[in-house]
């Protein structure tokens, strides 16, 4: 029984809908939470979160469990200290399980490698945010009543340095979904995925859109003029969607009137804030499978 989770590639699909499925439970309140009240778990972020820690907070506090937060900034790290050191010291104080977020896109798999507690990738550089993914795929599965199969999500922004889009362009099609990539040429990724540089055109055969935050602190250089000449092309408003019904996503933080208009979000098609909700329900999930294998 899987004890780390560090990509989408870890869970095969029907572990994922057997977590799907205990998340909508507890959601619906079908199914009591596992109760963890002797099990501890730290975060050690060391990029900034608001959503994903938060998240995991209120899901471990749900099942009772021990939660702190690690200060990444006040730690030894900075007096020199190796991360790996760190991580096997927090290790042997006896925590069940560590989450953690890094900037480096090897993170995840080299921190997993060597603990033997389980642990959790909530954040690796560029390259994957599986947690993020599955609450995005239970939000999908949940609004299209399981029936993902043959439905576009366009993929809309910074994609290229997007962790969020690299999860779900491995999970979603996996579970039927069709990606349809949406970004200036210096926003793309190389990819076998279709793309387009007209939000217009893929907004006409996309069934639902997620738009993402242009990672200016990924850039190491600007490649376009300014966010407001980004925004004029790519930004989701409510005259580009029209009277279309699909639902649109994003992972958060956005960058109001440049990923998303205001008006957008209050829109009723907005599943953003069911996307945080969901993942609630999602890591409790996760960490109850985890901690219980
Ligand atoms: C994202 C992240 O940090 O990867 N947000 C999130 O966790 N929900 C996306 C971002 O920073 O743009």
Redesign the pocket.
């Known amino acids: 029984m899987l004890t780390q989770f560090t990509h989408t590639k870890d869970l095969n699909n029907s572990e994922i809908l057997v977590l799907l499925r205990r998340a909508n439970a507890l959601l619906r309140q079908e199914a009591r939470p596992a109760n963890l009240a002797h099990k501890n778990i730290i975060a050690l972020f060391f990029e900034n979160?608001t959503?994903?820690i938060a998240s995991f907070q209120v899901a471990a506090s749900r099942l009772q469990a021990h939660f702190s937060v690690f200060n990444v900034q006040k730690s030894s790290t900075s007096k020199g200290e190796s991360l790996l050191d760190t991580l096997h010291n927090i290790e042997a104080m006896g925590v069940d399980l560590i989450i953690t977020r890094h900037h480096h896109s090897s993170s995840a798999p080299y921190f997993a490698k060597h603990l033997k507690c389980a642990f959790i990738n909530a954040?690796s550089g560029t390259l994957s945010?599986p947690t993020?993914a599955l609450l995005d795929l239970l939000t999908l599965y949940n609004h299209f009543e399981g029936d993902l199969e043959g439905k576009t999500i366009a993929i809309v922004g910074d994609i290229k340095n997007s962790?969020?889009a690299n999860s779900n362009m491995e999970l979603l099609p996996r579970f039927g979904m069709k990606i349809l990539l949406v970004a200036p040429p210096h926003f793309l990724p190389p990819t076998s995925h279709p793309s387009t540089h007209s939000l217009a055109e893929a907004l006409e055969s996309a069934d639902v859109v997620m738009g993402?935050?242009t990672?200016t602190e990924r850039h190491s250089l600007q490649t376009y003029g300014s966010l407001k000449d980004y925004a004029k092309d790519f930004c989701l408003t409510r005259a580009r969607l029209q009277d279309r019904p699909i639902p649109i996503l994003h992972?958060?933080?956005v960058h109001r009137n440049v990923d998303i208009q205001d008006a957008l979000l209050d829109d009723p098609r907005s599943l953003v804030l069911q996307q945080v909700k969901l993942g609630v329900f999602l890591r409790m999930a996760l960490m109850e499978s985890l901690l219980t294998a």
């Open positions: 979160s959503r994903t954040g945010h993020q962790r969020v993402l935050r990672q992972p958060g933080p």
